[in-house]
């Protein structure tokens, strides 16, 4: 079973639609969770951190469930900009390394 | 200010063939992380260092691949005897430190063996 689990899509919605994507992770012991956006051949970019109390920052909502250890990314009246992959990131390293573990990326794709 | 930086962007090389990939991070950041993205795959953990020294290695594959980071800023990522599975893009990230500091991606070195 692999450590953080995404479906892969891809989802293809209209522009102004909402779309929520999920992701579950297999240690229980996972510090801290995140979201990264990738675009087509370029770098992944922090997207927003997700909290346990849930956060928003405009369009986009991330929650995160530890009990059952899941995290979700809503984003609200898609963009043409939003189209990327979107990747669920997970730190399990409680030595503090840093040491991120990523899923395997959700793609979206924004149609007009 | 300036990013992570990679060099080359490109490599193409052929198997059994020596190959060394170069990360400059971001000045002042004492965290680099190596990461290898496969097509269609997440990026998936390499190495870790903290100033000069590897402090997690557990992601190299095996022997052939080998990190320095000598002076505690640019690092090189060495594969020797390379294979056709080493085709990937390799990503190097940076911190301000360890931990949960925010890392910063570089742009990655498409490696293709033939």
């Known amino acids: 079973r692999k450590e953080v689990e995404q479906d892969p899509g891809p989802f293809n919605v209209p522009e102004g639609a909402t779309v929520a994507f999920n992701c579950t992770y297999s240690?229980?012991?996972?510090?801290?969770f995140f979201w990264y956006r990738q675009d087509c051949r370029k770098e992944p970019k922090l997207l927003m951190s997700?909290?346990?109390s849930g956060n928003e920052d405009g369009r986009f909502t991330a929650q995160l469930n530890r009990a059952s250890q899941y995290i979700s990314l809503l984003i609200r009246d898609s963009k043409l900009s939003d189209s990327a992959t979107y990747l669920c990131?997970?730190?399990?390293?409680?030595?503090?390394?840093?040491?991120?573990?990523f899923g395997q990326g959700t793609t979206l794709q924004v149609k007009p | 200010g300036a990013g992570v930086s990679q060099t080359p962007s490109n490599k193409v090389t052929e198997k059994g063939k020596y190959v060394e990939l170069r990360c400059d991070p971001i000045?002042?950041?004492?965290?680099l992380y190596w990461y290898r993205q496969s097509l269609g795959q997440g990026p998936e953990f390499l190495i870790y260092?903290?100033?000069?020294?590897?402090?997690?290695d557990s992601g190299l594959p095996n022997d052939r691949f080998f990190a320095v980071r000598p002076e505690g800023s640019v690092s090189t990522l060495k594969i020797q005897r390379t294979e056709r599975g080493d085709s990937a893009v390799y990503l190097c990230?940076?911190?301000?430190?360890?931990?949960?500091?925010?890392?910063?991606f570089g742009p990655g070195t498409r490696l293709t063996v033939t």
């Open positions: 990230a940076s911190s301000l430190a360890g931990g949960f500091y925010e890392q910063y």
């Open positions: 240690n229980s012991a996972s510090q801290s």
């Open positions: 997700v909290y346990s």
């Open positions: 990131v997970v730190n399990m390293d409680s030595s503090n390394t840093g040491k991120l573990i």
């Open positions: 000045s002042g950041h004492t965290a």
């Open positions: 260092f903290q100033g000069t020294g590897a402090a997690d």
